[in-house]
């Protein structure tokens, strides 16, 4: 595919991104509505968080053969009926009855989503000429960072005004508009009918990530490595990425190219992307319950102080590509995290009392320290990377990013959990006749624990403080996670240089297939 121009360029770069943006949306526009699903469904809070991980771990299995399949099949083909595939999935999810079929049909959605983000990158690169690569990356740094953020605004309103069969449902028109889009103006590639696929090492991976993440989700429920259950899944999770990793280093053509990895800034890119997935999807997937049970906002309300991020994201991709013709790359990532971990750290210290104006000014804090890391993520992970491995680069980084951002809900709900409990038990224990300041008059005429109102008003407010606690802890966590990443910002080679080669626009026109300005 070479490079376009004019109006046929800027419908294949809103279908594309449309299609990315569906996908990378459905990730978290159920956050906010689950809920509702849990209250309709009769689920615990392990069982309904099942309605994120199947969707991301099934993204991120399918992710791996998407190099292949593209040049096995043609990009265009593979394209287009992923999208339709996927829109069809939508509808399926909308119209579940119970949450095995939700989760079964979250399950299709993601395998067929998988595809659409690595394409939409490797189509965003190819219909791009050398010196616009910034934009178009920044471009489509916009879609996959605004598609997390504004799915809990999108789900909020639509389970509020509506149910939340719609979070799923609303994908039906754009799905359309993009696969029509595609199918009309978008070229196709040359298939190779004769590649082969490593089907064994794709196996092996696919059944070591799926028992890893099945381990991570089942683990606080079933008393981690208490359980034979938890140990058996940990055990088949560690025999597959050996045989996978193993097994990838020995045969002549595995399914992901290994090549790919000498690029250093590639590499160093995958760390950072891993890193802030954890973060991004952590804290998304903790936000919403926090301001809907701590700080007992409507769920609309919630989306909308959520939308923060958004607004932040917006500014920081708007800025960051000019900045990065006057400063190196891995400071601008190093900034990114430090200002990241700040953020998480002003969050640890949210209460059932803070403000929706401080949580809004932190969301826009955070959001622009996000689109900081994530533009400057992909501009590094792509500014050197031959265009030969371009498509198997933008598969692996999906992969990172999927395969990171389940684990880490997983972690942060783990966590959650447990810190809740073992705050409530520690709290619990102040809760006795001795303590003298439960029998003062003014706490006994709210708290009287000789009355079964008292007692649950006690139980409740026990609650409240252990969830606050639980939160800011977790919080904490995921903060000194980011700040670990930062080493890795000295691996990422000098690329300023580099980045304004490319950026200039070559002395004749004819060199990018655009006409001369």
């Known amino acids: 595919m070479s490079a376009m121009a004019g109006p046929r360029r800027l419908i294949v770069t809103v279908c594309a991104m449309s299609a990315s943006v569906m996908q990378t949306l459905d990730s978290t526009i159920a956050n906010v509505a689950l809920p509702n699903m849990q209250g309709s469904m009769s689920a615990s809070l392990d069982q309904i968080n099942w309605v994120l991980t199947s969707y991301i771990v099934s993204a991120a299995i399918m992710t791996a053969p998407v190099g292949w399949l593209a040049q096995r099949f043609g990009r265009k083909r593979l394209f287009v009926f992923w999208t339709v595939s996927f829109t069809l999935a939508s509808v399926l999810c909308g119209l579940a009855q119970n949450l095995t079929q939700l989760v079964g049909f979250r399950i299709l959605q993601g395998c067929f989503g998988a595809a659409l983000i690595p394409l939409a990158q490797s189509v965003m690169i190819d219909i791009y000429p050398p010196h616009e690569q910034p934009k178009a990356q920044s471009i489509f740094g916009m879609g996959i960072m605004l598609g997390p953020i504004m799915g809990p605004t999108l789900g909020a309103w639509l389970t509020d005004n509506y149910s939340w069969h719609w979070v799923f449902l609303i994908n039906l028109p754009f799905g359309i508009i993009a696969a029509t889009g595609l199918a009309v103006f978008m070229d196709e590639t040359k298939p190779n009918p004769n590649l082969k696929f490593d089907w064994f090492g794709f196996a092996a991976l696919g059944i070591g990530i799926g028992a890893l993440q099945l381990a991570l989700d089942r683990g606080e429920q079933a008393g981690w490595f208490e359980s034979y259950e938890i140990i058996a899944e940990f055990i088949i999770a560690a025999f597959g990425i050996y045989y996978f990793l193993a097994h990838s280093l020995t045969t002549k053509e595995p399914f992901i190219r290994f090549e790919i990895f000498r690029d250093r800034n590639f590499a160093s890119a995958c760390i950072f992307m891993a890193v802030m997935a954890v973060v991004l999807f952590?804290?998304?997937?903790?936000?919403?319950?926090?301001?809907?049970?701590?700080?007992?906002?409507?769920?609309?309300?919630?989306?909308?102080?959520?939308?923060s991020r958004g607004v932040g994201t917006f500014f920081?991709?708007?800025?960051?590509?000019?900045?990065?013709?006057?400063?190196?790359?891995?400071?601008?990532?190093?900034?990114?995290?430090?200002?990241?971990?700040?953020?998480?750290?002003?969050?640890?210290?949210?209460?059932?009392?803070?403000?929706?104006?401080?949580?809004?000014?932190?969301?826009?804090?955070?959001?622009?320290?996000?689109?900081?890391?994530?533009?400057?993520?992909?501009?590094?992970?792509?500014?050197?990377?031959?265009?030969?491995?371009?498509?198997?680069?933008?598969?692996?980084?999906?992969?990172?990013?999927?395969?990171?951002?389940?684990?880490?809900?997983?972690?942060?709900?783990?966590?959650?959990?447990?810190?809740?409990?073992?705050?409530?038990?520690?709290?619990?224990?102040?809760?006795?006749?001795?303590?003298?300041?439960?029998?003062?008059?003014?706490?006994?005429?709210?708290?009287?624990?000789?009355?079964?109102?008292?007692?649950?008003?006690?139980?409740?407010?026990?609650?409240?403080?252990?969830?606050?606690?639980?939160?800011?802890?977790?919080?904490?966590?995921?903060?000194?996670?980011a700040i670990c990443a930062l080493p890795a910002c000295f691996v990422v080679g000098k690329t300023r240089a580099t980045f304004v080669a490319k950026t200039a626009r070559p002395p004749d026109s004819k060199l990018t297939g655009e006409p001369a300005e």
């Not at 952590?282 to 939308?307: D, E, I, N």
């Open 282 to 307: 952590g804290t998304m997937a903790l936000v919403s319950p926090f301001l809907q049970q701590v700080g007992g906002y409507p769920v609309q309300s919630a989306g909308m102080v959520l939308s």
């Open 316 to 481: 920081a991709m708007m800025s960051v590509r000019s900045l990065m013709f006057y400063v190196e790359a891995r400071m601008m990532l190093m900034v990114g995290l430090v200002m990241t971990a700040v953020s998480l750290f002003m969050m640890s210290g949210f209460t059932n009392d803070t403000s929706a104006s401080w949580i809004f000014t932190v969301g826009a804090f955070q959001g622009f320290a996000f689109g900081v890391v994530f533009v400057s993520t992909n501009t590094v992970a792509f500014l050197t990377l031959p265009p030969s491995l371009r498509t198997y680069g933008a598969s692996f980084q999906t992969l990172v990013r999927n395969t990171s951002s389940s684990f880490g809900i997983s972690i942060v709900i783990s966590q959650l959990t447990q810190e809740t409990h073992r705050a409530h038990a520690h709290l619990s224990e102040y809760i006795t006749p001795f303590n003298d300041a439960l029998k003062m008059p003014s706490v006994t005429q709210y708290l009287n624990l000789n009355t079964d109102a008292g007692r649950a008003l006690t139980d409740s407010i026990l609650n409240l403080q252990a969830l606050v606690i639980g939160y800011g802890y977790v919080f904490s966590l995921v903060m000194i996670f």
